[in-house]
C-alpha cells in the first residue's frame, strides 16, 4: 500500500466526477489526496458519463508524481456501486472510498468486487485500499466490527454532517454532540490496526478559523487527517496535521530519553523537565518525527 | 402505533398512581403525554389500590382527546411488574414504561406480558408501545441490544440521576458526567429505528433556566422529548422540542434546495449562504417542517 | 477480599521493584495500597534481581498493618509474567496489577497461574485479587468483557497516557479526547459489578493544583482513586477521594429521608430540599457514609 511508502494523506480534496475541468484542476491544488466522486456531486443521469471521465483521469494518472488518487463510490447497497467500482480501478487508484458503511457485509462484497476489478485490470491483489465513511448511527454502532471485516480496510473517515443529521442531532460550540462518535471511530481504527481515521470536511467554507479550530480538534483526538471541499481549505488542514518543527524537536527529544532508558535496561524514562516516556509514548513520538521528516523531505 | 398519527410527544408528565386527585389533573397540565406511575410514588402497601386507580383511569380516557396515556410498571424483575401490565392494559393506553431495563430476555417477557393482556382486552396485537428507561451501567452497556430486542419497543428513555448515583458519579456543570451514556442511548435508539429518545427528568423544581439548558443539551444531541416531574415544567420543555418558525423556514429553504437538486438529477445541494443538503441532512429537515406544522395545528 | 474488610483504596504509590530503599520507604508515604513494580521501572538485566526483592518485601508484609499491597507484573503477552506471579504471590499480597490488557483469554491465563501459585503458598483460592489497566485501544474495545472474564479481577485502571499514546492523542485543556474511554471503564466496571476504578497517575509532579483538577474530574465521572508516582501525590488524592464531613451529612439526610419513605411503604423521597432520593441514589448515599466513617475509623 502507498500508505508504507510515503506518509500518510492529510487532506483530501474533492471533485465531482462530471466535470472534466474539476477533475483536472483538483490535481494541481496541493492536496495530499483527491477523492473524485461518483456519489453525492454526480446527478442521475450524467453517472455514466461521470464514471467514464473518471476512468480516463484515473488511468491516466498511473505512474506520475503527484497526489493520491481515490474515487468516492456510491453507496454500498446502491446498484450502482460495482459498476462505480469496475470504471474506477486502474493503476494509479490509490483507494475507493465507500460511503455509508453500516454493515460488514456490504463492505466484504463491496471488497470481493474490488478483487476482481484488479484481476480484470493486471492489478496485484490488495493494491487497492478500501476506506470507509462512518456517517450513521447503525456506521458508529458497528464501527468496531466495520474497521476489522476486511483486510482491505485501510482507514476510517467520520462523515460528521451526516451523521449530525442521522440522528437528529446539531453541532454545538464545542462539538459535544459527536464526540462520542468521533471517539468511537478511533478506537475502532486503532484497535485494528489502521491508520488514523480522517475528520469529515469543515462545511462552511471562507472560514479559515472554524476550520483550524476543527481540524486541531480533531488532530488532539487522534484523527489523522481531514477532507476538504474546496482547494482554499488544504494550507491550513495541512498546517494543523503536520507537526512543527517545535514539536519534531520535543518528540526527538523523548525519543532520545526513552533509547537511553533501554539502552541503560529500563522500560521508561523521565525527562529533566517532568516528562514521562514509555514504548506507547516512544512509539507516537517515532511517528511525529517520521512525519516531519517525510513532510520535509516531500516539500524539499 | 399513536406515534405514526400524531407529532412524537415531546413532554411526559409523571403522576403517583395512589392519588386520586393527581391522576386527575394531570390530564390538564398540558403535556403531550402523561405517565401514570406504579413504581417509586406508589407506597409498598398501596400498591393494589393504585393498580385499580390506574386502570379505572386508563380505561376512562379511552377515545378521549388529549395527552399520550402512559403507565410506569415496577421493574422486570419485580414480582409485581406482571399484574401491573394486566391493570394498564386497556384501550386508551399508549404505552407501557418500563423502568431499569438491562436484561434483553426480561424486556421480551415483559412485551409478551403484553400482548397477553392486549389479547384479554381485545386490541390489536402491538397497539401498546413499550419504552425503556436507561438508568444503569447495565442498562448502557446493553443499549444497542435492548433498543432491538424486541419490536414493541419504541423509545427510550435516559434515567440522568439513577443512572449517575449507579455508577458512583455525580453531574458537574457541562453534563460531561453522563455525555458517553447519553450519546450510546441516541445511538442505539437510531440504529434501531426508534423515535428519538427522551430525557430523564429535571430534578430541581422552580429552576427554569437549568431546565431549559438542559432539555437544549438534550435536543441538541439527538433527545427528542423529555419527561416532567411538575406541571411548570411542561411550557419550557415544549419551548425547546418544538422547532421555532424561524428553524422551520431555515428547514423549508434546505428542503426546496435538496428538491430542487434532485430535479436536475444531484444527489445533493449548496445553498446560496453555504449550507449544504443531502439526503440525510434533508430527511432531518423534513421532520422539523412536519414537526412544525403538526404543533400548529394541534394547537389550533 | 481485603476490599470487603476495609474501605477500598485511594491511592496507590508506585516504587520501582528493584531500589531496594524506595521499596522499603513506600510503605511509609501514606498510601491506602503500595504497587510494588516489575514492569517498566525495573531494567532488563535487573528483573531476576527484583523479582527477588519484591518477593522478600510482600512475604515481610504479612500480617502486619499498613497499605495493602500490589505488584505490577509485566504485560501479559511477555514471556515473564508467569515469574513475576510466581515471585509476587505470597500470604500479604492483595492484588496483582496487570498491565495493557487486551485480550479476555490472556486475562483469564494470569487468573490461572495465579491460582497455582496460591495453591503452592497455601492460600485461599481467589485471595489474591487481579486488577486491570485498560491503557490501549484495544483494551477500551474490550472493555466490558475484560471486566467480566474471570471472577478475580477486582478492579479495573484506566492509564490515561498510555491510551492517549497508542491513539495517537493529546489532552487538550478539558480532558475530552479521553471522555469516552474514561467513561467506557466507568461503565465497563459497573456494569461487571468491579469497584470503582482507578485513574491513572496525573504524570506532572509538583502541580497539586493540576492533579486536584485531574483527580476531581475522575471522581465525578466515576472514579474511585488514582494512582500515584511519588508521595506528594497521595494527600491530595485522599483530599479528594473521601468524602468530606459535609457530603457524609447531606448522604445521611438522603438516606433518613429514603428510610422514612420506605418505613411509609413509599419507594422514593424529596428532601424540602428539593433533592430527590430512590434506591440508586440511596445507596450511593449509604457508600458514602460508610466510607466516611471508615476512613474516620482508619485515620483514629
Request: charged share 30%.
Given at each position: 500500500m502507498s500508505s508504507e511508502a510515503r506518509a500518510p494523506a492529510r487532506s483530501y480534496l474533492f471533485a465531482p466526477g462530471g466535470s472534466e475541468k474539476l477533475l483536472e484542476r483538483v490535481f494541481a491544488a496541493g492536496s495530499d489526496a483527491v477523492v473524485l466522486d461518483l456519489e453525492d456531486a454526480v446527478p442521475e443521469g450524467e453517472k455514466d458519463l461521470a464514471r467514464r471521465l473518471v476512468a480516463e483521469r484515473v488511468a491516466g494518472r498511473a505512474g506520475l508524481r503527484g497526489p493520491e488518487v481515490h474515487v468516492r463510490v456510491n453507496a454500498p447497497d446502491s446498484p450502482r456501486v460495482q459498476e462505480d467500482i469496475a470504471a474506477a480501478v486502474h493503476p494509479g487508484l490509490g483507494a475507493i472510498r465507500l460511503p455509508k458503511a453500516e454493515e460488514p457485509a456490504l463492505v466484504q462484497a463491496v471488497s470481493r468486487w474490488i478483487a476482481q476489478a484488479e484481476e480484470r485490470r493486471g492489478l496485484a491483489a490488495g493494491s487497492v485500499r478500501l476506506d470507509l465513511t462512518i456517517e450513521t448511527a447503525r456506521g458508529v454502532?458497528?464501527?468496531?466490527?466495520?474497521?476489522?471485516?476486511?483486510?482491505?480496510?485501510?482507514?476510517?473517515?467520520?462523515?460528521?454532517?451526516?451523521?449530525?443529521?442521522?440522528?437528529?442531532?446539531?453541532?454545538?460550540?464545542?462539538?459535544?454532540?459527536?464526540?462520542?462518535?468521533?471517539?468511537?471511530?478511533?478506537?475502532a481504527a486503532r484497535a485494528a490496526g489502521l491508520l488514523?481515521?480522517?475528520?469529515?470536511?469543515?462545511?462552511?467554507?471562507?472560514?479559515?478559523?472554524?476550520?483550524?479550530?476543527?481540524?486541531?480538534?480533531?488532530?488532539?483526538?487522534?484523527?489523522?487527517?481531514m477532507s476538504a471541499i474546496h482547494p482554499e481549505q488544504v494550507p491550513v488542514i495541512h498546517e494543523v496535521f503536520t507537526p512543527t518543527a517545535a514539536e519534531a524537536e520535543r518528540a526527538q527529544e523523548l525519543l532520545r530519553a526513552y533509547e537511553e532508558a533501554i539502552a541503560a535496561g529500563f522500560g521508561a524514562a523521565?525527562?529533566?523537565?517532568?516528562?514521562?516516556?514509555?514504548?506507547?509514548?516512544?512509539?507516537?513520538?517515532?511517528?511525529?518525527?517520521?512525519l516531519f521528516a517525510r513532510e520535509q523531505e516531500e516539500r524539499a
Open positions: 454502532a458497528r464501527a468496531r466490527e466495520l474497521a476489522a471485516c476486511d483486510p482491505r480496510v485501510g482507514r476510517l473517515v467520520f462523515g460528521q454532517a451526516d451523521f449530525l443529521a442521522d440522528v437528529g442531532a446539531e453541532a454545538g460550540p464545542e462539538g459535544l454532540e459527536t464526540l462520542y462518535a468521533r471517539s468511537e471511530v478511533v478506537i488514523a481515521p480522517l475528520a469529515g470536511a469543515h462545511a462552511r467554507l471562507r472560514d479559515p478559523e472554524g476550520l483550524r479550530r476543527t481540524a486541531q480538534a480533531a488532530r488532539r483526538l487522534g484523527f489523522g487527517g523521565r525527562l529533566p523537565d517532568g516528562r514521562f516516556v514509555d514504548r506507547p509514548i516512544a512509539e507516537r513520538a517515532r511517528r511525529t518525527v517520521l
